[in-house]
T-cell receptor, first 113, second 115 residues
Framework: NAGVTQTPKFQVLKTGQSMTLQCAQD?????MSWYRQDPGMGLRLIHY???????DQGEVPNGYNVSRSTTEDFPLRLLSAAPSQTSVYFC????????????FGSGTRLTVV | TQLLEQSPQFLSIQEGENLTVYCNSS?????LQWYRQEPGEGPVLLVT?????EVKKLKRLTFQFGDARKDSSLHITAAQPGDTGLYLC???????????????FGKGTKLSVIP
């Protein structure tokens, strides 16, 4: 099983550019989330989804959009990249409503210059 | 305001020593999870504790959930270089009105075990 697959692994963007971070899972998990990890800040929730067609905002949603058209895929879109969005982004999925453990992808390291 | 406080932030010990990492909050969680993260990788789940006072053991690692479900500890016995990594605690609690639970992470404890 592939688990949670994130692409790309690394990305450099110029300020103002847009891009989509891809996330796919093959475990038939209903619950998926996007986190960003910054030094000294820990992991912070950006957006999450409780099933296909259902998404909601997390702690730091500004500047990001998500959609969930299928159970497998949960892409994260940066609308107009800013240097403050330089971070490592993790996608995670879980089978359980009460979150008995998330499976994380290996991350996308994004630099905005 | 950080919902989950982890301590210590950094820990460097010799192989064979014991150590304890703490995760504290003023909030009650429905469950608490511990993850280990290695450089360039995503966090990997070690354990989930659900019941107040619960103790779980994973080889040389012992996890305890506080009676009030507000805090947790991770104790490692006879640490080995392979235990080196970033240890994260995460509390699950209801988030918004969607009826879903989400994880709130502590900032982590960076452990280095020196051979």
């Amino acid at each position: 099983n592939a688990g949670v697959t994130q692409t790309p692994k690394f990305q450099v963007l110029k300020t103002g550019q847009s891009m989509t971070l891809q996330c796919a899972q093959d475990m038939n998990h209903e619950y998926m989330s996007w986190y960003r990890q910054d030094p000294g800040m820990g992991l912070r929730l950006i957006h999450y989804s409780v099933g296909a067609g259902i998404t909601d905002q997390g702690e730091v949603p500004n500047g990001y959009n998500v959609s969930r058209s299928t159970t497998e895929d949960f892409p994260l879109r940066l609308l107009s990249a800013a240097p403050s969005q330089t971070s490592v982004y993790f996608c995670a999925s879980s089978y359980s409503r009460e979150v008995y453990g998330y499976t994380f992808g290996s991350g996308t390291r994004l630099t905005v210059v | 305001t950080q919902l989950l406080e982890q301590s210590p932030q950094f820990l460097s010990i010799q192989e064979g020593e014991n150590l304890t990492v703490y995760c504290n909050s003023s909030s009650v969680f429905s469950s608490l999870q511990w993850y280990r993260q290695e450089p360039g990788e995503g966090p990997v789940l070690l354990v989930t504790v659900v019941t107040g006072g619960e103790v779980k053991k994973l080889k040389r690692l012992t996890f305890q959930f506080g009676d009030a479900r507000k805090d947790s500890s991770l104790h490692i016995t006879a640490a080995q270089p392979g235990d080196t990594g970033l240890y994260l605690c995460a509390g699950a609690r209801a988030y918004s009105g969607a009826g879903s639970y989400q994880l709130t992470f502590g900032k982590g404890t960076k452990l280095s075990v020196i051979p």
